[in-house]
């Protein structure tokens, strides 16, 4: 049975029962990814950003005979930004092959239509079921990324120190855990607000404004995902020339994730990258003594990121896909379907 489902009014059976599914999914698909813990998974399937709403369905199996309410065993939930929605869906490796999945996309496709929207994004993670699931459905590839993770076991902790203090004179490196203080939240934005090329030489402009920065940083907060940033900063102009970030996520401790690193176009040529990045792990050392390993994702031909990548460890993991879909042709492939 598939229902509309609120996370933040949800019992926590339901919330357990659908971390158990979760983490049944990441043991068949991904299983070197680290299992989710129980902390702040409602948070994480609830808040969102001001503006941006997420809409969630489960599928729930049949009650046991003593009337205990039956597992979930599937989860859809689709965050309506800008004019698209984005879908996540997992079915418990135990019930797959059933429809179950092209069921839930379709009540979501349904519900994105009818509020207007016209596209559906998704992220595919290369070499799972998920590849033929939705290209099966008609969704096409817009974009591949690599995926890397860092184990920090490997790392040369000498050679990184050194490389933390590579960057050129006329620039100081700063440690923000939880994020940059107000008044750096301008510059900030700013850096992040650079045009950045991307792999097949398309432009792809970031939103940031400081109003947004703040609200992206409060939602992490409320989600459980600690963030922290390292900057270089210009010292004659005060700029933000460089910035990296890292969240450590309350789910899953153990792997922290690599956001944004940005140096901007005129400060490019000073080892900011290399230097950001090895103070950054350097930091996150002492800050978050769990910390196993960091993952990353790349665009395949940014080959300057790439090599610093592997210089610091990382190892490429897998490719990571973002798959796209008009709705109206969704809707209409999934209600002929019936
Ligand atoms: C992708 C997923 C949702 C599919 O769920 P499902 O209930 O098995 O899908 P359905 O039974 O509705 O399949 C619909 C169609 O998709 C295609 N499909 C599904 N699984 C497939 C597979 N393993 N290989 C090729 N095609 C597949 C088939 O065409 C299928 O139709 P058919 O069974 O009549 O041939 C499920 O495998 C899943 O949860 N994967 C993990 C998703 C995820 O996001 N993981 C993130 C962490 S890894």
């Excluded at 000073?270 to 930091?283: N, S």
Aim: net charge negative; charged share 30%.
């Amino acid at each position: 049975m598939v229902r509309e489902w609120d996370p933040r009014t949800a019992s926590s059976a339901e919330v357990a029962s659908l971390l158990d599914t979760l983490n049944a999914v990441l043991t068949v698909d991904l299983p070197q990814d680290p299992p989710w813990q129980g902390h702040s998974v409602r948070e994480y399937l609830s808040e969102v950003m001001p503006g941006e709403r997420r809409i969630s369905w489960v599928a729930q199996g049949d009650p046991a005979p003593d009337g205990t309410p039956g597992p979930i065993v599937g989860h859809v939930h689709v965050l309506l930004l800008g004019g698209i929605g984005v879908l996540e869906v997992v079915v418990h490796p135990a019930a797959r092959r059933r429809g179950l999945g092209r069921e839930l996309v379709r009540v979501a496709a349904r519900r994105v239509w009818d509020e207007g929207f016209q596209s559906i994004g998704v992220e595919v993670v290369g070499d799972t079921p998920a590849v033929g699931f939705y290209e099966s459905l008609g969704f096409t590839r817009d974009y591949v990324e690599t995926r890397s993770v860092l184990d920090l076991r490997t790392v040369d902790w000498p050679a990184l120190t050194e490389m933390a203090a590579g960057v050129d004179a006329g620039y100081r490196v700063e440690f923000w855990p939880g994020g940059p203080p107000d008044e750096l939240l301008e510059p900030y934005a700013r850096a992040k607000a650079e045009v950045r090329e991307v792999d097949d030489g398309e432009l792809r402009p970031s939103s940031y404004d400081p109003e947004r920065l703040r609200d992206s940083l409060d939602t992490l907060h409320r989600r459980g995902m600690k963030p922290y940033i390292v900057l270089a900063v210009h010292e004659q102009t005060g700029e933000v020339a460089g910035l990296t970030e890292v969240v450590v996520p309350a789910q899953h401790p153990t792997r922290a994730d690599q956001y944004d690193t940005i140096v901007v176009r005129e400060h490019r040529g000073h080892g900011i990258d290399r230097a950001i990045k090895a103070r950054m792990l350097l930091e996150l050392r002492s800050a978050e003594p769990d910390l196993a390993e960091v993952q990353t994702w790349n665009a395949q031909a940014n080959e300057a990121m790439l090599k610093v990548n592997a210089e610091l460890g990382y190892r490429p993991d897998r490719d990571w896909c973002e798959y796209g879909v008009d709705v109206a042709e969704l809707v209409h492939r999934l209600d002929s379907h019936r």
